[in-house]
């Protein structure tokens, strides 16, 4: 998310304002002609982002309902992000918590109306505008905006979350393009920015979704290459070529000091060796790698391995070496599940 400040907590939520708003709010106080507008400007603004806050928290406190934490919810010039710590388990929990910004926007912008029927300040009908604003536009199904969650969410029911996010994600990048457009059209700089951000995050999203439906249920064992053998320390390269031979389709060998795992041989770097009789197999060891349990979620290595970008991972069951997981068959299996599912 960049530079932020922390201006504080709502129920606990650390608000933050990037840095990119200051900016603008400098901007609206040096644009205008008399030191009196330019106040107003930053009222408008202040109450801007109080809307836009109180819209986040929607999203925030009904994912606290399903148990879904909010890390920090970041104020940014068009718009805000409560960022959750995670996915709600089913898609009526992503539907409401999705639906939850819009509506308190909404009752905000008729509460802001009556006022100004009450009194006629042209404050309240600024913020009646603003939060009418805020609770249509998020409204939009162009995913990962609100109504495109909801969306999505909605699909889900009926073609699988896989689907759903697929169809979710071409419509907002349509709708991007859509905006991008009128963009050019009406040289309307900021919707161009909004545009292209939802293209590129509903591409992100798209792949984020993906990758947690191909390994998300997985365990480390089911993506494991069983390797029946580990080289000793004192190995060859001769010995690794001999053991990449009688386990085909093995992409890499762990080497091992009695139960200490030094690190793994690749295939290709081996078979690469001019007289491997004259090599230990110590020169060719990528010892960058994650030694972790066979019973774990895949999704624990593959973040371990994501952490220390190793390419290969030894795979241990009760203190032994059974198999190993590459980077490489890891992405395969993404890529093949990808063609498969649509
Ligand atoms: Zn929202």
């Known amino acids: ?24 709010l400098g901007f609206l106080l040096l644009a205008s002609s008399s030191a009196g507008s330019g106040l107003y400007g930053v009222l408008i603004a202040v109450l801007l982002f109080g809307s836009v806050t109180a819209h986040e928290l929607g999203h925030a406190l009904v994912a606290r309902r399903y148990g879904v934490d ?18 709600p388990d089913e ?26 029927q009450a009194v006629a300040l042209t404050v309240l009908a600024d913020l009646f505008f603003v939060n009418l604003v805020l609770g249509l536009f998020n409204l939009v199904p162009a995913f990962p905006m ?40 009406y040289s309307e700089i900021i919707l161009g920015f909004i545009g292209a951000f939802i293209f590129f995050a509903a591409t992100a999203e798209e792949r984020a979704a993906i990758i947690q439906n191909i390994v998300g249920l997985r365990r480390v064992t089911d993506l494991m290459q069983p390797t029946p053998a580990i080289l000793g ?9 001999a053991g990449f031979a009688s386990s085909p389709g093995v992409a890499a060998l762990p080497v091992a000091f009695g139960t ?3 690190g793994v041989v690749h295939r290709g770097d081996a ?11 110590n020169e060719l060891v990528d010892r960058n790698v994650v030694t972790h349990d066979g ?48």
């Open 233 to 241: 320390a004192g190995a060859t390269v001769a010995d690794a070529i």
């Open 271 to 281: 078979e690469g060796v001019p007289s491997p009789d004259e090599h230990m197999v």
């Open 70 to 87: 909010t890390k920090e919810i970041v104020l940014l010039p068009i718009g805000g992000a409560a960022l959750l710590s995670r996915n």
């Open 1 to 24: 998310m960049g530079w932020s400040l922390n201006i504080g907590r709502l129920f606990g939520i650390p608000i933050k304002i990037h840095f990119s708003l200051f900016i603008l």
């Open 260 to 262: 200490h795992v030094l």
């Open 146 to 185: 609100d109504g495109g969650r909801v969306l999505r969410a909605g699909l889900a029911n009926w073609m699988g979350n896989m689907r759903a996010t697929r169809v979710a994600a071409k419509l907002g990048r349509l709708v991007a393009v859509a905006f991008m457009v009128i963009a050019v059209v």
């Open 91 to 116: 898609p009526k929990q992503e539907l409401l918590i999705a639906i939850a910004g819009p509506v308190v926007s909404l009752v905000l912008s008729g509460l802001a109306f009556l006022a100004w």
């Open 295 to 342: 019973d774990a979620p895949l999704m624990e290595l593959l973040t371990r391995m994501g952490q220390s970008r190793s390419r290969a991972a030894v795979v241990t069951a009760a203190n032994e070496v059974v198999g190993i997981v590459t980077l490489d068959r890891v992405l395969e299996e993404i890529r093949a599940a990808r063609h498969a599912e649509f």
